[in-house]
């Protein structure tokens, strides 16, 4: 409520204010212009966007920052309890956003497209070997960690975020006067919006018995694989949308825009979850596992024949197995919402034909992502994953960022 | 024109601002890292003295130990020459990826040898006596007490005739080589920058006390120390006491 709220008054005043400058407002009077013998002039935009996209939330590991020296999660100093989230940064990056439309004569409105696109990859890593203070959040609560108790000593992830958002927009003029002018706009908007985030989880030093002779010969095989999880989803949405648009003129080619719309979509969320956590497991003569081992294996250690030291090794009749869990959404429906605003200035660069603009504008994208992630993971007879529960988590996107771009009439 | 300037200004710096977000360790100067095994047992202690006799047989005499029991304890916790196979490895900060520092050679048939017991010997009285053996009159030189462990009398053949008085544990001139970790005397230096960490395996002879006739048997631990100060790695540095035994720790610069 406390949200609406803050957006509802300042839009009121931006209307009252609208309004009461296009009641005043009185045209000059102008020389009647040349007469144009054409339906309209064509129109194009082209703008580069210094944009960050916020609000994704990727969230690849916890942090048990209490017992790590040197916390990525927090800075030094601060306080909590128990584990803390770590986050992706995302960076400012420059995209391109294009619009092109056609202009009617005598205010039948115009009709536009307006295309932008942004790919966003984003990286964190943090390696503490020995330390097994990160919390493998987005892998399948079953056998993860080197000691199947969830952490690991290192992670990398990379989380990639991919938007394409196109609109095609009918729109004219409401009002004009001297100091305003209002332009009302509607139109279809499409939106495309994947996310998907990568993280791997390492055992750097779990200081495991040495695979060393006499024992064995040396088995990297056995060396802890890491676990690696994938989280991603893709949305795929459509509908109507509508806003208004303000154009202030200042003083001779200078003036003041801002703007408003919002679009409420309709479209189809797939969401896709995998991992693959390790284990290892003691097999029997015919290659057929006997049991799964648990931690500290001692098993590593220990001889075939425990009363004779000199039978062979256990440890030849080990092996590491991957445990795949996958969960998978083909399709369901969704109901994004879309509000972007924006404010800047327009400058008149040669007559009516070249204009330079520039400003900061705001998108926020709600509801087009989630991921899902198994809660509970069993295994059945054939030691296939079953997944028990799901967790579904609804993402939101900002993309907010300055624009500079120039526009040409023709 | 003043107004896109200060723009253009004012964007350059948001971008530089925007690309200086880093984890990555800062180095510094290195640090000595140094890290050394160690074996210790319960190893049986004797009065031995220097004698000499033509053990082989060539014409030529030969220096020989001729051993007696001790006045004190007859065993004594020592430093134990053990072979071992190790690895050392080392995981660079922030990257994933281990780099063995130890030669291949040294992970394989137990090259690298623990220390042996170099405590000074201690007296022996008398210093200098003679026995009779049989017919033949030894003089013996040089008394002093000294363990099994101990280089000198490994590698020196020995007097065993109980029945005549000396009793050495067994007769042959054993030759263990140099005490060297993976081929370097003594102790593996690393040079660790902030964030470096390094991984140390090894795995002791399987039966090691065969050789010398151990009182106990011996077990085999690490030690570790930076800048000649001892660090505490993580994991166990000691092995149990059992044949072939293994030990796995690792120590992170922060």
């Not at chain 1, 209002?182 to 200081?207: C, E, M, Q």
């Not at chain 2, 510094?28 to 009065?47: C, D, H, P, T, W």
Request: aromatic share 10%.
């Amino acid at each position: 409520m406390r949200t609406r709220l803050r957006w509802m008054l300042p839009l009121c005043l931006f209307a009252a204010f609208a309004a009461t400058l296009a009641q005043e407002g009185v045209a000059p009077e102008a020389k009647p212009p040349k007469q144009d013998r054409r339906m309209g002039t064509l129109f194009a935009e082209v703008s580069g966007w210094w944009v960050q996209p916020q609000g994704l939330e990727y969230t690849p590991v916890s942090e048990d920052y209490l017992v790590t020296f040197d916390s990525i999660a927090f800075p030094k100093g601060l306080k909590s309890l128990g584990a803390v989230g770590v986050t992706l940064d995302h960076d400012y990056q420059v995209e391109f956003r294009l619009k092109a439309g056609y202009a009617l004569r005598d205010n039948h409105g115009e009709f536009s497209v307006t295309f932008w696109k942004l790919d966003d990859e984003s990286y964190r890593a943090a390696f503490r070997p020995g330390a097994f203070v990160f919390g493998e959040t987005l892998a399948a609560p079953y056998r993860a960690g080197a000691f199947e108790d969830g952490w690991a000593d290192g992670f990398d992830a990379v989380a990639r975020t991919k938007t394409q958002d196109v609109r095609v927009d009918y729109g004219r003029v409401a009002f004009s006067s001297p100091r305003a002018v209002g332009k009302w706009f509607v139109g279809y908007r499409n939106v495309l919006h994947d996310r998907s985030i990568v993280t791997s989880y390492y055992a750097l030093a779990p200081n495991l018995p040495p695979l060393l002779p006499p024992l064995t010969t040396p088995r990297p095989d056995l060396d802890p694989l890491p676990d690696r999880a994938r989280v991603e989803s893709e949305l795929q949405a459509q509908g109507l949308e509508g806003g208004m648009d303000f154009v202030f003129p200042i003083k001779g080619r200078f003036s003041v825009e801002t703007g408003l719309s919002i679009a409420v979509l309709r479209g189809t969320l797939k969401t896709e979850y995998s991992s693959s956590n390790h284990y290892y497991a003691l097999l029997d003569g015919e290659g057929q596992i006997i049991r799964i081992l648990e931690p500290p294996f001692d098993e590593f250690e220990q001889r075939q024949d425990p009363t004779n030291p000199n039978s062979a090794p256990l440890v030849d009749r080990i092996r590491q197995f991957s445990l795949v869990t996958g969960y998978t959404v083909p399709r369901e429906s969704t109901s994004p919402l879309i509000v972007e605003a924006y404010l800047g200035f327009r400058a008149k660069l040669w007559k009516d034909y070249l204009e330079m603009f520039a400003g900061v504008r705001n998108i926020r994208m709600s509801r087009v992502g989630a991921d899902a992630q198994p809660l509970a993971v069993g295994q059945n007879s054939l030691r296939r994953q079953i997944v028990q529960g799901v967790s579904r988590v609804e993402h939101d996107a900002d993309f907010e960022g300055y624009y500079l771009g120039l526009a040409v009439r023709f | 024109m003043t107004r896109y300037g200060c723009l253009a200004i004012a964007l350059a710096a948001m971008a530089l601002n925007a690309g200086c977000d880093t984890e990555q360790p800062l180095q510094s100067g290195g640090q000595n890292l140094k890290i050394g095994f160690r074996s210790e047992a319960a190893m049986s202690v004797y009065n031995v003295w220097d004698t000499q006799v033509d053990i082989d047989g060539d014409g030529v005499t030969d220096r020989v130990l001729w051993c007696e029991a001790p006045v004190g304890p007859p065993t004594r916790p020592v430093d134990y020459p053990l072979n071992y196979s190790v690895s050392v490895e080392l995981i660079p900060g922030g990257l994933p990826y281990p780099r063995r520092l130890s030669p291949a050679a040294a992970a394989e048939g137990f090259p690298s040898l623990t220390p042996y017991d170099e405590a000074v010997p201690g007296p022996a009285f008398p210093e200098n006596k003679t026995v009779v053996a049989g017919s033949t009159t030894l003089q013996l030189t040089g008394g002093r007490e000294i363990t099994v462990a101990n280089r000198d009398f490994i590698e020196t053949p020995k007097i065993v005739a109980p029945d005549l008085g000396s009793i050495c544990p067994f007769a042959p001139a054993l030759d263990l080589g140099e005490s060297n970790f993976a081929g370097r005397p003594a102790e593996f230096g690393v040079l660790m920058q902030r964030g470096d960490t390094v991984v140390v395996r090894a795995r002791m002879f399987g039966n090691p006390g065969d050789r010398l006739q151990t009182a106990s048997p011996p077990r085999l631990f690490g030690v570790m120390t930076l800048n000649g100060r001892a660090v505490t790695p993580a994991g166990s540095t000691s092995t149990t006491t059992d044949p072939g035994a293994g030990v796995t720790f690792s120590f992170t610069y922060r």
